[in-house]
Nanobody, 119 residues
Framework: VQLQASGGGVVQAGGSLRLSCAPS????VGWFRQAPGKEREFAAA????????SYAKSVKGRFTISRDNVLNTVYLEMNSLKPEDTATYYC?????????????????WGQGTEVTVSS
């Protein structure tokens, strides 16, 4: 399965963006991000069919992950963005209804979408 992340862009600090990931299928889906020169890190994840979610401490309270199982899409709503949120954001799926919080727990990945937050 090839996932496609979209919705990135350039936004000022304090602004918002909504990322999309499709096709999400009947899989748990995670969002990860990677800033230049840094390791890929966990941001948020959602189970199938979407009852349970998990967030990194750095984004909790600002980001919201959700899914529309009719549209076969997972979303990451990002509010109160900070310059340190600047990264390439990737969505990933795993053949399991339960999410994981590390990249190695995910089987298939898509190309990322870039998010730049200016100060």
């Amino acid at each position: 399965v090839q996932l496609q992340a979209s919705g990135g862009g350039v936004v000022q600090a304090g602004g918002s963006l909504r990322l999309s990931c499709a096709p999400s299928g009947r899989h748990a889906v995670g969002w990860f991000r990677q800033a230049p020169g840094k390791e890929r890190e966990f941001a948020a994840a959602i189970s199938w069919p979407g009852v349970k979610t998990s967030y990194a401490k750095s984004v909790k309270g600002r980001f919201t992950i959700s899914r529309d199982n009719v549209l076969n899409t997972v979303y990451l709503e990002m509010n109160s963005l900070k310059p340190e949120d600047t990264a390439t954001y990737y969505c990933a799926g795993r053949n399991n209804q339960y999410y994981g919080t590390t990249p190695r727990e995910y089987t298939f990945w898509g190309q990322g979408t870039e998010v730049t937050v200016s100060s």
